[in-house]
């Protein structure tokens, strides 16, 4: 088995001319795509956060609200005892039960929108390793020659999922 310098450094401008078209044609398209998509994942844990901030903000405010309720409750039993009783236990257990189903409307807001965000992050994977692979397969490949980058290509795309 003899080697031709000449072939060699063919073989070797060739293969640069195509990693460079790949980085081109490829590389960047994807760079920006994620880009774009981890811009809108974090707009979507900001907007999340801000829901959750609104949550423990109105949170407060029924637990102000729940104080005054009480004390305006108080003021009812010194006037007449047996009355004030029945109407500041409705009282406190409506805020409550409303404080309680803002606090679990509010978690499962936070869920859904994280398992969402997830999801398109999935999708997007995908996708992307369908055109990844696609733009791969548009080549001819002897897979004796190319038996390596066949094999590196599988297993980066088998360690993006």
Known sequence: MSFDLGTIIAQLVIFLI????????????????MD?????INNQIS?????REDSQKFLEEQK??????????????EQAKSRANAEAKAIVEAAKNRSDLMIKDANEEIT?????AIAAIRDEVADLSVLLASKVL???INPKDYAQEINQLIEQVGNQR
């Open 18 to 33: 195509l990693m460079a078209l790949v980085a081109w044609k490829a590389v960047g398209p994807v760079v920006a795509i």
């Open 112 to 116: 859904l929108e994280k398992e969402k």
């Open 138 to 140: 548009e080549k001819e």
């Open 64 to 77: 102000t609200e729940l104080d005054k309720v009480r004390r305006e409750s108080h003021d009812l039993i």
């Open 36 to 40: 774009k998509r981890k811009k809108y």
């Open 47 to 51: 907007e999340a956060e801000k829901s």
